[in-house]
């Protein structure tokens, strides 16, 4: 939670989103009941940014625990391996989704021979669970990282990885919200993060809520402003780092790196653990989701492009690891990232 709004919220048995397709101009939160509709919603981009669709999915996977109860005990584990699939088919770039899922299943395979009614209370308990964790995250994360940043520094952000993003608080905009709590003047400069609007539609509104200073710029602004001395570091999220320290982000991370490496600016990735892939030796195998081509050729009801017009949709990259000064994480800043750094993260 950030300000007077939650990502997503538990009530009365059931799983509300905030309908992020809605921001800016309502604030909508509609009601799921199964994994099939978390799934959809996850698809449609109801919710995204990945610490928040591994959120979503455990409690798709816990409403369908609770909605198959009753039934006999093939169908409750038939019905929960389905479960598991339709989720984990939602997304494929965002490693947060499968380990959230993963970790669900845990407490699945942990639980077999109870009681259905023990099953999903059990699961319903973890998906609490990583939501509380990954607030908790994020707020170790946003105090590691504002340090890095200096009283009156401005900073430019790339898509929307603040509470909207997340379980609350944020990544990246958890990190200058901590800066400020601390007593630094911090203000955002927010690109608009072509072509599903993240940055123009989410974050400007997300920091407007909590009157944290912020300059909407189109995406091929960053470099003039950068040339001119306007901007003094770079943050953004990541939905999946590999275990060399590439980054894949929002399409048009890459090109702010390289503008910012070009100037002298440092560019920095916030991200918990959960979204670094061990098992991803490198950038080049990290799946990179294409969406419709609906997406490029207008917005809304709104059409530009011409008709039958051929259009590709990528809707992640990939930065090198050489580009980014630092990944922020619970455990503190990891300075060049490189594989041997990565792994002594996941050492107790």
């Known amino acids: 939670m950030a300000g ?12 509300e989103l905030l309908d992020q397709r809605a921001l800016p101009d309502h604030v909508e939160y509609p009601v799921f009941d199964s994994a099939r509709a978390v799934a959809d919603a ?8 990945a610490p928040a669709i591994g959120c979503a999915a455990a409690y798709g996977v816990a409403l369908e625990a609770q ?4 039934g006999s005990g093939e169908a409750f584990l038939a019905g929960l391996e389905q479960a598991f699939d339709v989720l984990s088919g939602s997304r494929p770039t965002a490693v947060n989704l499968f380990w959230a899922l993963a970790r669900v299943r845990h407490v699945l395979d942990a639980a077999r021979g109870m009681a259905h009614a023990v099953i999903a209370e059990r699961l319903l ?7 509380a964790e990954d607030l908790r995250i994020n707020q170790a994360m946003g105090h590691h990282g504002s340090a890095l940043l200096r009283d009156g520094a401005r900073v430019l952000t790339h898509c929307n990885a603040g509470a909207l993003a997340t379980a609350g608080h944020g990544t990246a905009l958890g990190v200058i919200r901590s800066a400020i709590a601390s007593g630094k003047k911090v203000s955002v400069i927010a690109d608009e993060t072509r072509p599903f609007l993240q940055g123009a539609r989410l974050t400007a509104w997300e920091l407007q809520q909590d009157e944290i200073p912020v300059t909407l ?16 570091a770079v943050i953004v999220g990541a939905d999946r780092v590999a275990a060399n320290g590439d980054v894949a982000n929002k399409i048009g991370t890459y090109g702010v790196a390289v503008l910012a490496r070009r100037h002298g600016i440092p560019f920095y990735v916030a991200c918990p653990l959960s979204t670094i892939d061990p098992k991803v030796a490198t950038g080049a195998a990290i799946p ?10 207008g917005f809304g009801a709104v059409r530009w492009a011409p008709r039958a017009v051929r259009v590709r949709n990528p809707v992640f990259d990939v930065t090198p690891a050489e580009l980014v000064s630092a990944l922020i994480t619970e455990r503190g800043v990891v300075e060049s990232p490189d594989y041997g750094k990565i792994a002594r993260l996941f050492k107790d």
Not at 288 to 297: D, P, S, V
């Open 217 to 232: 710029i189109a995406d091929n602004a960053a470099g003039l402003l950068m040339s001119r001395g306007e901007i003094d």
């Open 288 to 297: 990179i989701e294409e969406r419709g081509a609906e997406e490029i050729t």
């Open 67 to 70: 909605r198959l109860s009753a």
């Open 42 to 49: 996850i698809r449609a981009m109801v919710v995204r940014g």
């Open 125 to 131: 308990d973890e998906a609490h669970a990583i939501a």
């Open 4 to 15: 007077s709004f939650h990502t997503l919220r538990w009530r009365d048995g059931v799983l």
